[in-house]
């Protein structure tokens, strides 16, 4: 397999404008997260998703926040509109619970996003 | 509701030198417990993770955690540092009740030549 994959891996754009983030997780992983890492609030949890269907959102930070899952092999996070306070690196992870809580989480390498 | 604490955000030591890393977690029930390493520009990849049996835990790259539950505490050790090893560690905790890990603010590792 090939990891948990992301693209873009870094994404430029100016304030006001429409971000798509996405993400292709590990084929067989049941759990989907999306994290935000930035230097003043470490990593944080924005929203998960179990067999596709999202969990818990609480971490999302604005109406302005959205995420998807539509199948097995594909989620997006989008930012409408984004704003400068929004850069910051974009992880995406997953991990098959099937099995319990001992598994790891398989992160992708993220998405480096700017906003001017 | 569980929580995970690393209480050093810096840590700098010499290349060679002995390294430990603190990790202290707050949850009643029997917790799964991992350490992640985060290198520059990438995601997080397992060092090495404990639920059940030996308190001492092998990790990759020369890494090890013991496991104290009277200290309720996961740390790391690596008795030789390399440079390659400068990144960012994070603990990580589940629990029976929460397949979600809960992270660690995670501590910068600086490796000085």
């Known amino acids: 397999d090939a990891g948990v994959i992301q693209s873009p891996r870094h994404e430029v754009t100016e304030m006001g404008q429409e971000v798509t983030l996405r993400c292709k997780p590990i084929?067989?992983?049941?759990?989907l997260f999306w994290y935000r890492q930035t230097m003043m609030r470490g990593l944080e949890l924005l929203i998960y998703?179990?067999?596709?269907?999202?969990?818990?959102d609480s971490g999302m930070p604005e109406d302005r926040f959205s995420a998807k899952m539509p199948n097995a092999s594909f989620s997006t996070l989008k930012i409408q509109p984004s704003e400068p306070r929004d850069s910051a690196v974009y992880f995406c992870?997953?991990?098959?619970?099937?099995?319990?809580?001992?598994?790891?989480?398989?992160f992708g390498p993220g998405t480096r996003l700017t906003v001017l | 509701a569980q929580s995970v604490t690393q209480p050093d955000i810096h840590i700098t030591v010499s290349e060679g030198a002995s390294l430990e890393l603190r990790c202290n977690y707050s949850y009643g029930a029997t917790p799964y417990l991992f350490w992640y390493v985060q290198s520059p520009g990438q995601g997080l990849q397992l060092l090495l993770k404990y639920f059940s049996g030996d308190t001492l835990v092998q990790g990759i790259k020369g890494f090890e955690a013991e496991f104290k539950r009277s200290q309720s505490s996961f740390n790391l050790r690596k008795p030789s540092v390399h440079w390659s090893d400068a990144a960012e560690y994070f603990c990580?905790?589940?629990?029976?009740?929460?397949?979600?890990?809960?992270f660690g603010r995670g501590t910068s590792l600086i490796v000085h030549p």
């Open positions: 992870a997953s991990i098959s619970l099937a099995g319990g809580p001992g598994n790891e989480q398989f």
């Open positions: 084929s067989g992983h049941d759990y």
């Open positions: 990580a905790v589940t629990s029976g009740g929460s397949y979600i890990p809960t």
């Open positions: 998703f179990n067999n596709n269907v999202p969990i818990d």
